[in-house]
Each structure stands twice: as structure tokens, then as C-alpha cells.
């Protein structure tokens, strides 16, 4: 059993930057960890996902501003989000899984999930 706490949400301007955190109770190192990002009416949707192995993919949308990470040792992975626009809005979930590369972006892949912390961008 899994369970992760996501942190780090916020309201931030256009061009700014935030980190969130998500910490597992019990250990991570079996799981595949990815984040995920909801807005109102619209599907969850992929962001990044960092494999046991440390391999990370990002959403076209987010590459080159979002980074993720991962630290066993702490429990926790991370995202680092740069260069925040308005389209990133949204309720971030981190989630836990033992994945297929080709299914990371789709939800009934994850076993785990955490409720999420709110992300605004708003001038």
C-alpha cells in the first residue's frame, strides 16, 4: 500500500515558477511516479513520468520548463515547473503504477493516487 501527499500548489504569475512535491508513505522504488494535471470539464492529463530506472518523459506541452525527479531515499518526487503560462492551471496529481512506457500517459495504468494540490496562473 501507497499513499502520496502532494505539496507546492499555488498562485503564480505568468513567466513564474513553482515546485511541487509529492511524499509516499511506504517506498516508492517499485513504482513508476507521474504526475498528472486536471482542469474543470476536461480529462486528466499527463505531464511527466520518471521510471524506476530514472528514464523521464514529458508532455510536448511541458518540455524544456517542467522537470521531474525523483529522490528514493526521501520518498518523494518532484516537480519543477519554470516558465508557467495560463494553460498550466490546473489540479495536480501525483500517481504511482508499475507501468508499459507506451500506457504512461493513461490513468487506469496508475494504482496509486494522491487528491491533488491546485496550481493557478493568473495575472
Known amino acids: 500500500q501507497l499513499q502520496l501527499v502532494e505539496s507546492g500548489g499555488g498562485l503564480v504569475q505568468p513567466g513564474g515558477s513553482l515546485r511541487l512535491s509529492c511524499a509516499a508513505s511506504g517506498s516508492m522504488k517499485d513504482y513508476d511516479m507521474s504526475w498528472f494535471r486536471q482542469v474543470p470539464g476536461k480529462e486528466r492529463e499527463a505531464v511527466a513520468v520518471?521510471?524506476?530506472?530514472?528514464?523521464?518523459y514529458y508532455t510536448d506541452s511541458v518540455k524544456g520548463r517542467f522537470t521531474i525527479s525523483r529522490d528514493i531515499a526521501k520518498n518523494t518526487v518532484d516537480l519543477q515547473m519554470n516558465s508557467l503560462n495560463l494553460e498550466d492551471t490546473g489540479l495536480y496529481y501525483c500517481?504511482?503504477?508499475?507501468?508499459?512506457?507506451?500506457?504512461?500517459?493513461?490513468?487506469?495504468?496508475?494504482?496509486?493516487w494522491g487528491q491533488g494540490t491546485q496550481v493557478t496562473v493568473s495575472s
Open positions: 500517481a504511482a503504477g508499475s507501468i508499459i512506457l507506451s500506457t504512461w500517459r493513461r490513468t487506469e495504468t496508475y494504482r496509486y
Open positions: 520518471v521510471r524506476r530506472n530514472n528514464a523521464k
